[in-house]
């Protein structure tokens, strides 16, 4: 079983940045992929961005494309999700996730995906 620890969420107003980590932890095993999820207080959780741990590829959510990056450094089972130009829609909470089994294409349903964090929140002002 892995573990996942989100951080870096906290309050900052509209055209602000923040960055999110996700720290990985438990027995070792092949996270073929990272993502990364959000959901607003009374909507259901969507897609924001996934990158392969392997080839390095990313893929991300049209609501965040031109404005996130996520990054992955390996050697410390650690995931990024740099924020920038934020919104007041981009308020949510943050979960990562990890896909133990290699996927044929990025993966961007909550089901594709193994283990989940606990989250973490970002609250963005106007």
């Known amino acids: 079983q892995v573990q996942l620890v989100e951080s870096g969420g906290g309050l900052v107003q509209a055209g602000g940045s923040l960055r999110l980590s996700c720290a990985a932890s438990?027995?070792?095993?092949?996270?073929?992929?990272i993502g990364w999820f959000r959901q607003p207080p009374g909507k259901e959780r969507e897609f924001v961005a996934t990158i392969s741990r392997v080839s390095g590829s990313t893929f991300y959510g049209d609501s965040v494309k031109g404005r996130f990056i996520i990054s992955s450094d390996n050697a410390k089972d650690t995931v990024y999700l740099q924020m920038r130009s934020l919104k007041p829609e981009d308020t949510a909470v943050y979960y990562c996730a990890t896909k133990h089994t290699a996927p044929l294409r990025a993966p961007i349903r909550e089901n594709e995906y193994d283990d989940w964090g606990q989250g973490t929140q970002v609250t963005v002002t106007k």
């Open positions: 438990g027995r070792p095993v092949n996270n073929y992929a």
